[in-house]
C-alpha cells in the first residue's frame, strides 16, 4: 500500500494526534506563513500558504471532516492509481466558493440563533426609552434631550423588529443552513481530494 503525504504529515503529528496537539503544531507553522511576519515580495505567497493550512486545521479539528478525510487518504493509499489533476484555476474556484459557502453558514447561523437575544434587547432598549421620556415629558425636560432618547426608541424598535423577523424566518434559514452545509462538505471533499491525490512522499 503507497503512503501517501497528509495533512498530518504537513503539520508535523501523527495521525493519531489529538486536537491540543494539531493546534500546537499549527501554532508553531503559522509563525513562518503568516502574511505579517514575510516580506513584501512574499506576501501573496504566505497568504496562500495560510489559507491552505487554515482549511487543513478546520478539516482535523472537525469530528466529521476528519473521519472523511482519512477515509478519503485510506481510498487512495489503497488504490494509488494516478487520476488527473485539477488547474490551479479550479482549485481556486473550489477555494473561493469554500470561503462563501462557510461566510453564508456564519452569518444564517447569527441570525439563526441571536433572534431572541435581539427582540429582548430591543424590547428593553425601546421600552426603557419610552420610559425615560415620559419622566421627562412630565418633568418639562428640553425637547432636545427628549429627541435624543426617543432617537434609542427607535433604535430598540428595529432591533426587536429584526429579531422578531429573523424568528419568523427560523425555519428557512434552518433548512438553508442545512443545505449549505451539505455542499462545504462536498467542497471540503473536492479540496482535499485535489490536495491529496497526487501527494507521496
Same mark, same amino acid.
Given at each position: 500500500?503507497?503512503?501517501?503525504?497528509?495533512?498530518?504529515?504537513?503539520?508535523?503529528?501523527?495521525?493519531? $494526534?489529538? =486536537?491540543?496537539?494539531?493546534?500546537? =503544531? +499549527?501554532?508553531?507553522? =503559522?509563525?513562518?506563513?503568516?502574511?505579517?511576519?514575510?516580506? @513584501?515580495?512574499?506576501?501573496?505567497? =504566505? %497568504?496562500?500558504?495560510?489559507?491552505?493550512?487554515? +482549511?487543513?486545521? !478546520?478539516? *482535523?479539528?472537525?469530528?466529521?471532516?476528519?473521519?472523511?478525510?482519512?477515509? #478519503?487518504?485510506?481510498?487512495? !493509499?489503497?488504490? @494509488?492509481?494516478?487520476? @488527473?489533476?485539477?488547474?490551479?484555476?479550479?482549485?481556486? $474556484?473550489?477555494?473561493?466558493?469554500?470561503?462563501?459557502?462557510? &461566510?453564508?453558514?456564519?452569518?444564517?447561523?447569527?441570525?439563526?440563533?441571536?433572534?431572541? #437575544?435581539?427582540? *429582548? &434587547?430591543?424590547?428593553?432598549? $425601546?421600552?426603557?426609552?419610552?420610559?425615560?421620556?415620559?419622566?421627562?415629558?412630565?418633568?418639562?425636560?428640553?425637547?432636545?434631550?427628549?429627541?435624543?432618547?426617543? +432617537? +434609542?426608541?427607535?433604535?430598540?424598535?428595529?432591533?426587536?423588529?429584526?429579531?422578531?423577523?429573523? #424568528?419568523?424566518?427560523?425555519? %428557512?434559514?434552518?433548512?438553508?443552513?442545512?443545505? *449549505?452545509?451539505?455542499?462545504?462538505?462536498? #467542497?471540503?471533499?473536492?479540496?482535499?481530494?485535489?490536495?491529496?491525490?497526487?501527494?507521496? %512522499?
Amino acid at each position: 500500500m503507497a503512503r501517501i503525504r497528509t495533512f498530518y504529515d504537513e503539520l508535523g503529528v501523527g495521525r493519531e $494526534a489529538r =486536537a491540543a496537539e494539531i493546534r500546537r =503544531a +499549527f501554532r508553531t507553522i =503559522a509563525r513562518r506563513y503568516h502574511p505579517d511576519m514575510n516580506p @513584501p515580495d512574499r506576501k501573496v505567497w =504566505a %497568504h496562500e500558504q495560510m489559507s491552505r493550512l487554515n +482549511f487543513i486545521v !478546520e478539516t *482535523l479539528l472537525d469530528r466529521e471532516s476528519r473521519i472523511e478525510y482519512d477515509r #478519503l487518504v485510506r481510498k487512495y !493509499e489503497q488504490d @494509488p492509481a494516478p487520476r @488527473p489533476r485539477r488547474t490551479r484555476r479550479q482549485v481556486d $474556484a473550489l477555494e473561493r466558493e469554500f470561503a462563501r459557502v462557510s &461566510v453564508e453558514i456564519m452569518n444564517l447561523g447569527g441570525k439563526y440563533s441571536n433572534c431572541r #437575544l435581539k427582540m *429582548l &434587547v430591543g424590547s428593553v432598549v $425601546a421600552l426603557f426609552s419610552i420610559g425615560i421620556v415620559a419622566i421627562g415629558s412630565l418633568l418639562s425636560i428640553q425637547d432636545i434631550y427628549l429627541d435624543f432618547i426617543r +432617537f +434609542f426608541v427607535l433604535v430598540g424598535a428595529i432591533t426587536a423588529g429584526i429579531g422578531l423577523s429573523d #424568528l419568523i424566518g427560523r425555519n %428557512h434559514y434552518r433548512k438553508r443552513i442545512e443545505e *449549505l452545509r451539505s455542499r462545504q462538505s462536498e #467542497l471540503r471533499r473536492r479540496m482535499c481530494e485535489s490536495w491529496t491525490m497526487h501527494s507521496t %512522499h
